[in-house]
């Protein structure tokens, strides 16, 4: 080691550090020890991997083999219970197809569309509530946009 790493701060005693460094040394060979297979990624943290191990030796613990295999069995037959409650789902037989639900959605904006013109027309322009449908109005309108009637 070099001289600065043996130099101790001020805040932290020769007996903090030491034990510092025996849970760093402890630590790391714990994880030696109980090194998994599957864990090949250099993302996990060490901190993860070590919780994962404590939960599953915390479940582990008192029970006996037979008693894991019926959990892991238990586990398996819920997965694949739920795949075929997401198969039945694709199935579906709907009341209205969507075509007809599209269709219904387009009249009631049309619908809605030619009541506000009779309101805004004949209730707050005063003028008959019928006109506003009638094709006459409409070309009136465009020749006033377009400048053509004085």
Request: no cysteine; aromatic share 4%; charged share 40%.
């Amino acid at each position: 080691m070099s001289e600065k790493e043996n130099q101790i701060p001020n805040n932290k005693t020769s007996e903090n550090v030491k034990k510092e460094n025996a849970m760093k040394k402890k630590a790391d060979k714990d994880l030696s020890n109980h090194s998994d297979k599957n864990t090949h990624s250099p993302k996990v943290s060490k901190e993860t991997e070590i919780s994962k191990k404590e939960k599953v030796e915390n479940q582990s613990k008192g029970k006996k083999r037979s008693e894991l295999k019926k959990e892991k069995q238990k586990h398996s037959d819920e997965e694949e219970s739920r795949a075929e409650r997401k198969r039945e789902r694709k199935g579906r037989i709907r009341m209205f197809p969507i075509w007809v639900r599209l269709l219904l959605v387009i009249l009631l904006l049309g619908g809605s569309l030619i009541i506000g013109l009779m309101v805004g027309f004949g209730v707050v322009g005063g003028h008959e509530p019928l006109d506003a449908i009638r094709p006459e109005t409409w070309y009136h309108i465009l020749d006033l946009m377009r400048g053509e009637v004085e």
